[in-house]
């Protein structure tokens, strides 16, 4: 029987928590094991389907009042068979964790299509198709478990920087908003039932700050307790991140998280993060993360200038993992 808790909320079932103790327990023992896979990139992916305005609207939102087609969280209601091909295709060529299609599903972020009211819905059917699709898959090789990592993206609006050049004062989100944002969307994918939660992409380290005390907050609301991945992103050849912290200082700055795994995502592509993930290997306590996506247009894989041929990101990815990645989640 679920109970109230002192935040006014639902705490989850006592089987849920079971569940997800048991899964977590699995999910480290398999990291002690061996290197887990992540998935790769879902907009690529989605990308491939040529989906116009239409597919976008669905029936439900035929007469939207603002144009849809971009919005990619949006289909896991308008498309939802697209999005659960994706995961089993990922599942498919190997990986061992996919993500939520949520990476632009807070409040915050839908409000740019006026739909910040259906962001909780969105994230808790998006998790619902994920975990769908890691059953199907486990089931199928128990040996094998399959794991779900629900999403937090970034926002559009960042908390240190100001957007106006002429203010520089001026912020277009507080830290208490960003927390109400990243609370609603923790709630909802931990009712979908993913096992792991990857505030993802992060360019601005007081977001993070902000995503990290809402999903602490809502764990304890909810009586239940996921691994945390933390996900940066080194925005130019200066290798710091977009609020201005180097490698070692964007995971001193977040390390009180306690997260499973830290890691870089491809925004220089594979051969410009060599020095930053071996600085992240050097000072990281927890499990090491790279990735590495790829687009794959006529044959060819181009991703940001890096990953021209299959066999050359083979080569980085073989780099990586024998000098820095040892035993952590690579996609």
């Not at 990619?72 to 995961?87: E, R």
């Not at 239940?224 to 200066?238: K, N, R, W």
């Not at 700055?253 to 050097?282: I, K, M, T």
């Not at 060819?300 to 024998?322: D, E, K, N, V």
Request: proline letters at 3%.
């Amino acid at each position: 029987m679920n109970k109230t808790n002192k935040f006014g909320g639902v705490r989850v079932s006592e089987q849920k928590q079971v569940t997800a103790v048991n899964r977590v327990a699995a999910l480290r023992e398999q990291l002690a094991q061996r290197i887990l896979v992540l998935d790769g990139g879902m907009g690529t992916m989605i990308q491939g389907y040529r989906l116009q305005e239409a597919d976008y609207r669905g029936e439900r939102f035929a007469d939207w009042h603002s144009d849809l087609k971009g919005n990619n969280d949006l289909l896991v209601i308008t498309q939802p068979a697209i999005i659960a091909a994706i995961h089993d295709a990922y599942f498919e060529a190997g990986a061992d964790i996919i993500e939520t299609n949520t990476f632009n599903a807070t409040p915050i972020a839908m409000a740019d299509y006026d739909m910040a009211s259906l962001s909780a819905e969105i994230k808790l059917l998006a998790a619902r198709l994920a975990r769908a699709s890691a059953n199907k898959w486990t089931a199928q090789n128990p040996a094998k478990p399959r794991y779900v990592a629900g999403v937090l993206g970034p926002t559009n609006r960042t908390a240190s920087i100001s957007p106006d050049v002429n203010d520089p004062a001026y912020r277009n989100i507080s830290f208490d908003q960003l927390v109400d944002a990243y609370r609603e969307s923790t709630r909802a994918l931990v009712e979908g039932g993913v096992d792991i939660i990857m505030i993802e992409t992060i360019f601005d380290t007081l977001n993070a700050k902000a995503a990290v005390y809402a999903v602490e907050t809502e764990f304890e609301a909810l009586g239940i307790e996921l691994p945390v991945m933390i996900s940066g992103t080194i925005t130019d050849a200066s290798g710091r991140t977009l609020s201005g912290q180097t490698t070692e200082e964007f995971y001193n700055s977040l390390h009180h998280a306690r997260p499973l795994s830290f890691g870089l995502n491809c925004a220089l592509g594979p051969d410009e993060l060599r020095q930053y993930v071996a600085e992240l290997s050097r000072v990281a306590e927890c499990v090491r993360r790279i990735r590495s996506r790829c687009r794959r247009y006529g044959g060819a894989y181009w991703g940001m200038g890096a990953c021209r041929i299959p066999q050359y990101r083979w080569r980085l990815l073989r780099y990586h993992t024998a000098t820095h990645c040892r035993h952590c989640q690579g996609g």
